[in-house]
RNA sequence: GGAGAGGUGGCAGAGUGGUUGAAUGCGUCAGUCUCGAAAACUGAUUUACCCGCAAGGGUAACGAGGGUUCGAAUCCCUCCCUCUCCGCCA
């Protein structure tokens, strides 16, 4: 979330950037109200409290019966006061809470403005690949080459949910060695992190596990007061909850392993065959924590570790610079890259593979990860950033889609063989 | 899951109703000394919020939340967590 007092005094400004970015501004102005409300009863309940201690530091003097009593008749009469204002407190911080959260990042500057068809593509590595045969998706080369069994899933687990076999189980391993090992390599901590979060931690991200089961994006589990988690981004940013970093400390870059699930609420009917769009994958992710001064850096870093990644898997993928309305809550700045997935569409689509995000302080103010340093007094807040290394299922489509030859066997890219075992997929 | 013990500042560890936001030790930082370092000595060293340009002042916080009291780290209740032993398991 952003600080309510700089939203105070800057309400033009971030209205005009909920505007771009396609949310409501509605709630601006009710963080400003209620903000004032509270510094104002902030201030009556440090003066209503400084006089309750004036009464108590009395008995030390009191001597007699009647002073003492005095003093307490006292500090009864002030005793609702204080209990009013807290009332009150409660309410307008609650208040202004549930409005904060309405409220999206503020925005790089050079971000592209508008929503989806603003997005622009700002690298292009490789070129589309032709064929001289009717390429198949990757439903087909999966049911061909007996890779993935999506009848199976449905009975254990639903909809959208499958199997791997055989090759395709080992390509999801392999696909995690080689990006973890890219990113330790990079000197990323690797970490495998819970696949389950508490509620606080999600909405510290920036999720709403609290919304409708209609429009909520993540499987709570009943009875408790976890969610299955959506990504690895939950995890290793909830890791440092509530921590001081020492500013020599910084940057702490992780690498995680984890399970994502995702209801897909309000997906239905798009993208439902296949690997593109499922309740649960398996992703590398990477996140650091930063100064503000090194987050510009260290987000271009990560695009280039995943541009090595892709690179690295011999696809072709442009990257995109993520319009203003399309950015989601937290992100000041994203870089899609879209992998081409020649099955995909009527002959061929760009779909994404990876997402990064520079999240600035939006994520750690809710999160209370700061740190301490010599130039200034007191604590900042960290800025947070989160990058996909892998996620298995949409690179998978990528990679089957795109290594198919005409004999409807698939290669295997060079850099995952020592774990897959073999050169080729075939039956 | 059962039984017991315990949760205090960066760490260790006092404190069981009234200048205790918190002794003491360690650590860390600055200074003195030194050619330099060590040692020694001196000082500083939690966080959030409110008022203030600042200096400064005020309020709150001893796992979390509630209660008793004029006053709670200290008493009562609920919850959470950690440790030890037993059970169970991968």
Redesign the pocket.
């Known amino acids: 979330m952003l600080d309510a007092?700089y939203i105070r005094q800057n309400a033009d400004a971030v209205k005009a950037n909920c505007r771009n970015r396609g949310a409501s501004d509605a709630a601006v102005d009710s963080v400003v109200a209620l903000?004032t409300r509270?510094?104002?009863l902030?201030?009556k309940?440090?003066?209503t409290?400084?006089k309750?201690?004036?009464?108590?530091?009395?008995?030390?003097n009191a001597k007699t019966d009647e002073d003492?009593q005095a003093?307490?008749d006292?500090?009864?009469a002030?005793?609702a006061e204080v209990a009013a204002i807290d009332t009150e407190l409660?309410t307008v911080e609650a208040n202004r809470d549930a409005a904060l959260v309405l409220i999206p990042n503020m925005t790089h500057p050079d971000a592209p403005v508008g929503g989806e068809t603003a997005n622009k593509v700002v690298a292009q590595f490789g070129e589309p690949r032709t064929f001289d045969f009717k390429p198949k998706d990757h439903v087909d080369l999966c049911e061909k080459l007996d890779l993935a069994d999506f009848e199976a899933g449905t009975k254990v687990a639903g909809q959208k949910f499958y199997f791997l076999k055989n090759e395709a189980a080992l390509l999801e391993i392999a696909l995690v060695q080689y990006a973890m090992h890219t990113a330790v390599r990079a000197g990323y901590t690797p970490v495998i992190t819970p696949d389950l979060a508490r509620v606080e931690v999600l909405e510290g991200i920036g999720f709403m596990p609290r919304d409708s089961a209609e429009t909520r994006q993540v499987y709570t589990v009943a009875d408790t007061d976890l969610c299955l988690i959506a990504t690895a981004e939950i995890t290793l940013g909830g890791m440092h909850r509530d921590r001081?970093f020492d500013e020599a400390e910084l940057p702490k870059r992780y690498v995680g392993l984890s399970h994502c699930f995702r209801t897909e609420a309000g997906a239905a009917g798009r993208d439902t065959r296949g690997l593109y769009r499922v309740h649960q994958f398996t992703k590398v992710e990477m996140f650091a924590f930063c100064t503000p001064e090194n987050s510009e850096a260290i987000h271009l870093e990560i695009k280039a570790l995943e541009e090595q990644i892709f690179s690295g898997l011999g696809l072709c993928f442009h990257v995109i610079d993520t319009a203003t309305g399309d950015l989601g809550g937290p992100a000041y700045r994203k870089y899609d890259l879209e992998a081409w997935m020649p099955g995909r569409g009527e002959g061929g689509a760009y779909g994404e593979v990876t997402s990064t995000s520079n999240c600035t302080d939006f994520q750690a103010r809710r999160l209370g990860i700061?740190y301490?340093g010599k130039g200034f007094k007191?604590?900042r807040f960290v800025h947070t950033l989160n990058g996909t290394a892998v996620a298995c299922t949409r690179a998978l489509v990528a990679i089957l889609e795109n290594y198919q030859q005409a004999d409807g066997s698939v290669i295997v890219p060079e850099v995952l063989r020592p774990w897959v075992g073999k050169d080729v997929i075939k039956r």
């Open positions: 007092d903000e509270r510094k104002e902030a201030q309940r440090g003066e409290a400084a309750k201690n004036q009464i108590s530091a009395g008995f030390k003492k003093l307490r006292q500090g009864k002030i005793d409660k001081i700061r301490k007191g604590t």
